[in-house]
């Protein structure tokens, strides 16, 4: 052992010092190798250079350079790691094991290594929800770095436990958008990823929105008002299927097909009746509306149905009997009349009156019609018209026959 100290120019000497002259080792560590074995646990390894595989040697382990304190200590092959779970920085020295013979005296040179502590949890800095399609939203997540870290993990599940992971993504950089269409909320958490291979606890959970989309539309024209039912006009009819998640609908009706003049109707049902007057294009677009805001709302397209009042329908032309035929009493008796464009169905009216009072009206789907059961003797009155559920032609000409 020697000592030595420093004497300043004016001649004060400073405090003594010791050194400790030990005889040169013939082991050379050459590093320290770390193998992540979990999270928080490491193992490290011993590099001696020109080591032999049949060589033994003792390796101690401590957390100070001059090994006052000792963690750990392995005899054996330099394969054996030692293992820790506290991050900081350890030191390590060798020397030579013999079976025959006690073991060297003489320590190596000292390594250290330094072991990192565990990857913290991203923390989340800023989530954005854009609607970018009537069926897309996308989401931008930020998140701090993690110390460590060399890439991420950014998963997405159904539910906020995250059992059924439906898509994970490697990223290198804190940043990532994500184009969604789910109809259901879903959600995101991030986890960083060191080169060894540690993943870290998983940052908070951040819920995305469900997108509702717009209902498909089953229907759409212009229902004509029914002349059979009072108070019954011409309206615009839409029905469309029910959209899971919604509680109710607005319906957005124009003449302008980028509805800029659209009033706005709701309604909780799947059907919906506008009264129509004027002629022309009707613009509309469904809006499907959750009620809560765990979804995006979208709408869908818009469709467009044009509105021409009818044409009337013309007076049918007889066509049999002839006016005056003479029948038996019993027998059958065939009535027919020209074609009516635009009518659904015919009415036959028959009277033994001349102004009809007390007729009989027989409705044919048919342009003739066979009365079987024959008629009363006298003479009697017919005459025809078209129908539809909202129209009618003036009648035709009135005829008579004569029965005997």
């Known amino acids: 052992m020697l000592y030595w100290r420093l004497i300043a120019a004016n001649g004060k000497p400073g405090a003594a010092r010791k050194i400790t002259v030990v005889a040169p080792s013939d082991i050379n560590l050459e590093r320290a190798d770390l193998r992540l074995i979990e999270r928080g646990r490491w193992e490290i390894t011993a590099k001696i250079r020109d080591a032999k595989n049949n060589q033994q040697f003792e390796v101690q382990l401590s957390r100070t350079p001059d090994f006052s304190a000792v963690l750990d200590s392995r005899k054996g092959p330099l394969s054996q790691g030692m293992e820790v779970t506290n991050p900081g920085t350890y030191y390590l020295r060798a020397q030579k094991v013999y079976a025959d013979k006690p073991s060297s005296s003489v320590w190596s040179n000292v390594i250290s290594a330094e072991v990192r502590p565990p990857l913290s949890a991203p923390v989340l800095l800023k989530e954005k929800e854009d609607l970018v399609s009537p069926v897309t939203v996308r989401v931008t997540v930020n998140w701090k770095p993690v110390t460590h870290a060399t890439g991420y993990i950014i998963e997405i599940a159904d539910t906020p436990k995250f059992g059924n992971v439906n898509l994970r993504v490697d990223l290198n950089s804190p940043e990532y958008a994500i184009d969604h269409s789910t109809k259901e909320p879903s959600y995101v958490r991030i986890l960083a990823r060191s080169k060894e291979g540690e993943i870290s606890p998983a940052s908070e959970v951040f819920k995305i929105k469900g997108v509702l989309p717009g209902p498909s539309v089953e229907r759409y024209e ?169 129209q009618s032609s003036p009648w035709s000409e009135s005829s008579f026959i004569e029965v005997q």
């Open 222 to 390: 212009i229902s004509f008002g029914n002349i059979d039912v009072k108070g019954s006009q011409d309206q615009l009819h839409i029905l469309w299927t029910h959209r899971k998640n919604a509680k109710k609908y607005f319906i957005e009706v124009g003449r302008q097909e980028n509805l800029k003049d659209a009033k706005r109707f709701e309604t909780r049902n799947i059907e919906f009746f506008m009264p129509v007057k004027e002629e022309g294009w009707y613009y509309f677009r469904l809006i499907p509306s959750s009620e809560s805001p765990d979804f995006f709302d979208t709408p869908s397209q818009v469709y467009g149905v044009e509105y021409r009042k009818q044409s009337d329908l013309l007076a049918a032309a007889l066509e049999a009997p002839t006016k005056g035929n003479r029948f038996k009493s019993g027998d059958a008796i065939r009535f027919a009349w020209g074609q009516i464009l635009g009518a659904a169905w015919y009415e036959l009216e028959l009277a033994k009156k001349q102004d009809f009072s007390g007729s009989v009206v027989y409705k044919v789907e048919a342009r003739d019609y066979y009365l079987n059961k024959g008629l009363d003797k006298g003479r009697w009155y017919f005459r025809i018209r078209g129908r539809s559920s909202s």
